[in-house]
């Protein structure tokens, strides 16, 4: 089994295991609010098994700008207004992972 994680080159941090309810899209290593740096701190690294799954995410997360939504009601019409944080696909890499299980661990 082939392990990858993405890995941002500025700061070195590892995309996060997100908790159930949060996307991947909400990491933002280089923003400076501090839930981001909550969420990356509680959680350990996603591993994606298969460079190709990495790579679709990498691609997926770099889309996305981080949204900062917000409703607004104008002649009826509902407004979403996004936020780009100037995430880009050169900023993070996929890096190998090496999986070492301790003894009397096993995988299936």
């Known amino acids: 089994m082939d392990l990858y994680v993405i890995r941002h080159k500025a700061t070195g941090k590892l995309?996060?295991?997100?908790?159930r309810g949060r996307g991947y899209?909400?990491?933002?290593p280089?923003?400076?609010?501090?839930?981001?740096k909550v969420f990356a701190a509680l959680n350990s690294p996603r591993l994606m098994e298969g460079?190709?799954?990495?790579?679709?995410?990498?691609?997926?997360?770099?889309s996305q700008p981080n949204m900062g939504r917000n409703y607004r009601n104008i002649d009826g019409d509902i407004i979403l207004e996004t936020k780009a944080?100037?995430?880009k696909l050169d900023d993070i890499e996929?890096?190998?992972v090496?999986?070492?299980?301790?003894?009397g661990i096993t995988l299936k």
């Not at 899209?25 to 933002?28: A, D, I, P, Q, R």
């Not at 090496?98 to 003894?103: A, C, K, P, T, Y």
């Open 15 to 19: 995309m996060p295991e997100m908790d």
């Open 25 to 28: 899209s909400h990491w933002n």
């Open 30 to 36: 280089s923003s400076s609010n501090e839930l981001h």
């Open 51 to 62: 460079k190709k799954k990495a790579t679709i995410c990498a691609r997926l997360w770099a």
């Open 85 to 87: 944080d100037g995430r």
């Open 94 to 96: 996929i890096v190998p």
């Open 98 to 103: 090496i999986l070492i299980v301790g003894e």
